[in-house]
C-alpha cells in the first residue's frame, strides 16, 4: 500500500469513498462539508479558520485509492486532529484502516512532535481507535444527526 498526499484529481476518489460508507458512518448532510473540506484541499487554502494546517491523504493500493483522512492543528491548542478518515466500506476489516491510521499517527509525530492526537467519530467505529490508544473523554448523542453520536478522543504521548 502507498501513502501519498492529496491531489485534486484524487477528488472523485475520495468522494466515492464517503458515499461508500453512508449512512452507517457518515449521515448524508455531512456530504456538503465533506465536499467544501475537498474544495479547501484542491486550492491549497486552510478549510476550517480554527485550524493554523491542514493535511489530507490517501492510501493507494494497486492505483486504486482505498483510504482518505488528514489532520488539522487548531490554531487554539498545540493538538494533531484527525480529519475526514475513511476507507471504502466494501474493504473494511482487510487492515486497511489500521494501517493508513498508523501513518497518520506517525506523521503526526513527525510533524509535531510532543502534541496529542484527537479525534470526533460515532458509536459505530469508536472501538476501532481504544485498540490504537485513543480514549473517550466525551459523547455526544445525536451530534452528527439523529442517532449519530459523537466520540470524542484523544491518544497522549
Not at 448524508?28 to 494546517?53: H, M
Not at 492505483?63 to 492543528?73: D, E, K, P, Q
Not at 445525536?142 to 453520536?149: I, S, T, V
Request: aromatic share 14%; charged share 25%.
Amino acid at each position: 500500500m502507498k501513502f501519498r498526499a492529496y491531489l485534486p484529481s484524487d477528488r472523485s476518489a475520495c468522494i466515492a469513498l464517503f458515499k461508500s460508507n453512508m449512512p452507517k458512518f457518515f449521515d448524508p448532510i455531512e456530504l456538503p462539508l465533506y465536499e467544501g473540506w475537498l474544495d479547501a484541499q484542491d486550492q491549497s487554502v486552510i478549510a476550517l479558520k480554527e485550524n493554523r494546517a491542514e493535511h489530507y491523504f490517501v492510501a493507494e493500493r494497486d492505483g486504486t485509492i482505498v483510504a482518505c483522512g488528514g489532520l488539522c492543528i487548531r490554531e487554539a491548542k498545540d493538538a494533531v486532529s484527525m480529519a475526514w478518515g475513511m476507507v471504502d466500506n466494501s474493504l473494511h476489516k482487510q487492515g486497511i484502516g489500521k494501517a493508513f491510521l498508523e501513518f497518520r499517527i506517525r506523521t503526526a509525530q513527525e510533524l509535531y512532535p510532543g502534541f496529542e492526537i484527537e479525534l470526533d467519530t460515532t458509536q459505530h467505529s469508536y472501538t476501532f481507535f481504544e485498540k490504537y490508544g485513543f480514549r473517550v473523554v466525551k459523547i455526544t448523542e445525536d451530534a452528527y444527526a439523529p442517532g449519530m453520536h459523537r466520540y470524542d478522543m484523544i491518544k497522549e504521548f
